[in-house]
C-alpha cells in the first residue's frame, strides 16, 4: 500500500465519515471522562483475543498502532493497567466479553 505525502493513512483506506483526513476530529476520551465505545470494543476484542494486540486489532478491523492506542488512553485516563481495566469493566459491567459470559 502506497502512503500519500500528507496522510498517515494508505490512499486505498478510508477516513471515517465525518472526521477529516488530517487527524483535527480526532477523540480519545468521551465527553464525561469515560471509555469511549471504540475503546470498550477494543478491550474487550484484546480479552477475545487473549491478551494480543494483533488479534484485537484484527476483531474490530483497525491497525493493531491503533488499537494499542485505544488501550494506552484507556490506561492514562484511568490510571490502571490493561488487568485492572478487565477486572474493574468486568465488575462494573461496562466491558462485556460474550465468550465470558454465561449461557
Not at 477529516?20 to 471504540?38: H, L, V
Not at 498502532?65 to 477486572?87: C, M, N, P, V
Request: glycine fraction near 10%; avoid cysteine.
Amino acid at each position: 500500500m502506497r502512503k500519500s505525502a500528507n496522510s498517515a493513512l494508505p490512499d486505498d483506506q478510508p477516513h471515517a465519515e465525518g472526521v477529516p483526513p488530517n487527524g483535527s476530529g480526532t477523540k480519545r476520551m468521551s465527553s464525561d471522562g469515560t471509555a469511549t465505545p471504540r475503546q470498550r470494543d477494543v478491550l474487550a476484542a484484546y480479552v477475545t483475543a487473549g491478551g494480543s494486540v494483533p488479534g484485537a486489532a484484527e476483531l474490530v478491523g483497525i491497525r493493531p498502532s491503533t488499537a494499542k492506542r485505544h488501550l494506552a488512553d484507556l490506561r492514562a485516563k484511568s490510571g490502571l493497567s490493561t488487568e485492572q481495566l478487565i477486572y474493574v469493566g468486568r465488575a462494573a459491567g461496562w466491558l462485556v466479553v460474550p465468550s465470558l459470559e454465561p449461557s
